[in-house]
């Protein structure tokens, strides 16, 4: 079975700090990959997605993230972070040929202003 | 356009008891999915229809829980009787396509089971 693990559960950071999330997946075929943001109150939200082509992925509200196929990883950027980025992140991936979301736990992200 | 829409956004129930969660889709998505979030732990997939029909159902922790989609519209997931690991939020997403495609998601309701 596949599986999603994000590196961290909780992260603080201030305002213009650089943010990095990292993210693995355990399966080897091929797979679309998704970041996912809940802000307080409010749904879940896709923030950007892989499915293919060009390996670095850019979302919505500044973020980005690479796919990097040797190592299985799908790691979340933003150059600097706002206090409204207050929010709980979470990678997920879709293997080919199936269509539920496998989520990794989430994490926690804290900006202080 | 509406979104996913989920009612009630919050229940409280003892254990034993019975609770049926309600899941609207955006119109127009063939494709609705149940996930569940217990506390702690990360967003798991319960089962998901194609219209009215149960594509796959292999997340459906046990028999007390039942899921239908009649007319291929809206979802229920009835709870029966609820025990006190059932607490969590449930998750209700939607999408258009299913190989893949973005799944939109609802508000969740969240179940706690006394």
């Known amino acids: 079975a596949q599986s999603v693990s994000q590196h961290n559960h909780h992260v603080i950071l201030s305002e213009a700090a650089s943010l990095e999330l990292g993210c693995n997946y355990s399966y080897g075929g091929t797979v679309n990959l998704f970041w996912y943001v809940q802000y307080p109150g409010q749904h879940l939200q896709l923030l950007l997605k892989y499915f293919s082509g060009d390996p670095l992925v850019k979302g919505i509200k500044g973020f980005e993230a690479e796919f990097i196929k040797s190592k299985f990883s799908f790691n979340l950027r933003k150059p600097s972070v706002q206090w409204s980025d207050t929010a709980e992140y979470f990678c997920a991936v879709i293997s080919s040929g199936y269509s539920t979301l496998t989520f990794g736990k989430g994490t926690m992200l804290l900006v202080s202003p | 356009e509406a979104g996913v829409t989920q009612f009630p956004s919050h229940s409280v129930i003892e254990k034993g008891q019975t609770v049926t969660l309600r899941c609207d889709p955006i119109?127009?998505?063939?494709?609705l999915y149940w996930y569940r979030r217990v506390m702690g732990k990360e967003i798991k997939f319960l089962l998901h229809f194609v219209k009215e029909s149960k594509q796959d159902e292999s997340g459906m922790p046990n028999n007390r829980f039942l899921a239908e989609r009649t007319g291929g519209t809206y979802s229920t997931l009835k709870v029966q009787p609820a025990e006190l690991e059932d607490s969590g939020v449930y998750f209700c997403a939607s999408s258009q396509s299913a190989q893949g495609g973005e799944q939109y998601f609802g508000p969740g309701t969240r179940l706690t089971v006394t």
């Open positions: 119109s127009g998505h063939d494709n």
